[in-house]
């Protein structure tokens, strides 16, 4: 529907009804592609480990590296108590410290990500 105004325009029929109206999307149904240069570096979450045959969940007591900090695979970077004692917990892979995904003397199930790494370079 359409009205005509005096002079000759044609303009939508306002409808009182909100469901009949269709919005289009404000951005293609996948996401926006990002560019190339502008990409964040791959993020890889080190986790809780397993430290023992009955170990169910941990606590970092202690964080031996901080955000913006370089690590290369065996470095130590956080010490876990357990229920039974402390360990220290050393890096699975080389990376830029991005930041903690755990408070300190929060208790965590196994397998919880603690840490996150940003690719080097």
Known sequence: MSAETPTGTVWPTIHKDPSALTVPPCRPPHGWSPRPSRRSPPVHELRMPSLGADMEHGKVVEWLVHPGDTVHQGDLI?????????????????GIVRGYAVDLAETVPVGTPILSLAEPG
């Not at 956080?78 to 080389?94: I, N, R």
């Open 78 to 94: 956080a010490v876990v108590d357990t229920d039974k004692t402390l360990m220290d917990v050393e890096s699975f892979e080389d």
